[in-house]
């Protein structure tokens, strides 16, 4: 696709699918910055036919009211902290170790040095005003947040909710953002951010399907779409959040990683977005500056 309109204009992106994987990864990475590092890319999307966050361990997170702690590696992943009972076979915990040793280990980890990897899990509603700005949650470089839609609803009301937005920024970006007043989408709302997040390097993502989106917390901002404002007050727009690292054998910090021969493409997710969200991507025009 060429590059035509603002939105997305300067991120690159290129899909990861190992013949056999029952996962599928796309990975996007800005072109420009300290973004652009083609060898670890800040942002990925995951999916598989299994790759649905389970119904049990959302109800069993609810329930709990609190954070489960996980570790993972390459012969599978477990929950910590839940009696016998909780940890059956058939229990939401083993549901919940098969997704993120499918999800987050098999989709983005096993293709890197990475050995072990540690994090934990919520299940939460952001009520409307909630994280609709531009924001980073201020963890370390190579620390990992994931997103995926949770009992999500196909009707109308919800359509603006079955996507995430994020911006691949460069911490030295000029006066190039903007507050466009014709579109849904507003970038200029946030201190630091008014400054870095434009449309160039907005990266809006199809969240349906089950999709799993990851980011390295440091280098993308995100923030909840202002579309999904109705799911946002009724808070059906539950989410499951995960924080998570990866280390290698000799315990060093461990970034995702694209394939020495990963072919990168120019963004191409806007018809996708325009058709989910209302935002009429295609006609908005950077300016030449």
């Not at 096993?110 to 299940?123: F, L, M, P, Q, Y």
């Not at 499951?240 to 315990?251: I, L």
Request: hydrophobic residues 40%; negative net charge.
């Amino acid at each position: 696709m060429a590059r035509d309109g603002a939105y997305g204009r300067a991120i690159d992106v290129c899909d990861v699918e190992d013949d056999g994987a029952a996962t599928r990864a796309r990975l996007y990475r800005s072109t420009r910055g300290r973004g652009g590092d083609a060898r670890a890319p800040p942002l990925a999307r995951v999916l598989g036919e299994k790759v649905r966050f389970p119904s049990r361990a959302s109800v069993a997170l609810r329930a709990a009211g609190a954070r489960a702690r996980w570790t993972c590696d390459d012969r599978g992943c477990r929950v910590e902290g839940f009696d016998a009972a909780e940890a059956s076979a058939d229990g939401p915990w083993r549901s919940l170790e098969a997704y993120v040793k499918l999800a987050i280990w098999d989709g983005l980890l096993a293709r890197t040095e990475a050995t072990r990897a540690a994090g934990d899990v919520e299940v939460f509603a952001p009520r409307n005003g909630t994280n609709v700005m531009w924001h980073r949650d201020g963890y370390l470089p190579g620390e990992y947040i994931g997103h995926a839609l949770v009992d999500v609803g196909e009707g109308g009301e919800d359509v603006g909710g079955r996507w995430f937005e994020h911006a691949l920024a460069d911490d030295d970006a000029s006066d190039a953002s903007t507050t466009d007043a014709e579109h849904v989408v507003d970038f200029g709302n946030q201190s630091i951010a008014t400054r870095l997040v434009c449309a160039e390097n907005f990266v809006p993502i199809d969240a349906s399907g089950g999709a799993l989106v990851v980011f390295e917390d440091a280098v993308a901002f995100h923030r909840s779409p202002k579309t999904a404002s109705r799911a946002l007050e009724r808070e059906s727009r539950a989410i499951a959040r995960f924080n998570f690292s990866a280390y290698d054998a000799c315990g060093r910090t461990v970034r995702l990683a694209s394939p020495p021969n990963a072919t990168w493409r120019p963004f191409d997710d806007r018809d996708r977005i325009a058709e989910l969200s209302g935002v009429d991507v295609a006609r908005y025009v950077a300016d030449p500056r």
